[in-house]
Structures are given as structure tokens and as C-alpha cells.
């Protein structure tokens, strides 16, 4: 059986929670390109930003 990724089985219609990656705009840091997660709306940044925290924000739920 293949895995299957459960955060993707919880995607809904989500409010992004900022403009961009909120985790950025804290810090006053820049980003490329804003992610939307799909299961809570949180907002961040793709891997060609330097902080990527679109990829942390995923590794922190999906270990939750
Ligand atoms: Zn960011
Ligand atoms: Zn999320």
C-alpha cells in the first residue's frame, strides 16, 4: 500500500493567516513565494526562500 500523506487528506477551504509568510513578516525577513498549508491556513515561505519555513511549518504538523 502506497503512504499516504494525511495532511493532504485534510485540505478544506482555509483563510490564509497573512499577506505572505507570516514567519517572515515577525522578523522583518524577505521570501519568494508565500505557501498556503491547506489543513490550517498558516502561511509560509517556499524553498527558494532562505528561511523556508513552509517546509518547517510541514515537518512541525505532520510529526504532531
Ligand atoms: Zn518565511
Ligand atoms: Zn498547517
Keep these: 500500500m502506497a503512504a ?3 495532511h493532504s487528506n485534510q485540505i478544506k477551504d482555509v483563510t490564509p493567516s497573512a499577506r505572505g509568510c507570516e514567519d517572515c513578516l515577525k522578523t522583518g ?3 519568494m513565494h508565500p505557501r498556503l ?3 490550517c491556513g498558516h502561511v509560509g515561505c517556499c524553498d527558494q526562500s532562505k528561511n523556508k519555513h513552509a517546509t518547517k511549518h510541514f515537518h512541525q504538523t505532520r510529526i504532531a
Design 37 to 39: 498549508c491547506e489543513s
Design 4 to 6: 499516504n500523506c494525511t
Design 29 to 31: 525577513d524577505t521570501w
